[in-house]
């Protein structure tokens, strides 16, 4: 949502408030009865401040806020969603069975996860596709130290 254009945050705000859309190549309005839910990863008071988001609009978003911390604060959740992901790709690529190593897990246990999930993810999947072995090695992870 932070991205979004200045311009389409006017419509979504619209859209927000009035609980209605108008059809593209129509100009009849249609009352819609919907939620709305939006993620960022960016900080939206710096957003607002720069007038890059419209605080009428975030604060009209912003009924329930919810906020997941990053997955280096989450340290628990590393390996499960790993471990998930890891047979998830075995099972798609036909791979057989796959399992960390120690030294694999300790890695991944100990690397910052900037891109958070997504980037555990994207490497859990290039380690499963590009290891020859049934078991995942820390080189395997091509995670720079």
Known sequence: IAEMPIQLQSKLLRVVQEKEITRLGDNKSVKIDVRFISATNANMKEKIASKEF???LFFRLQIVPITIAPLRERVEEILPIAEIKLKEVCEA???GPKSFSKNAAKRLLEYSWHGNVRELLGVVERAAILSEET???EKDLFLER
């Open 93 to 95: 690529y036909h791979l």
């Open 135 to 137: 078991e995942i090695q």
């Open 54 to 56: 419209r605080e009428d």
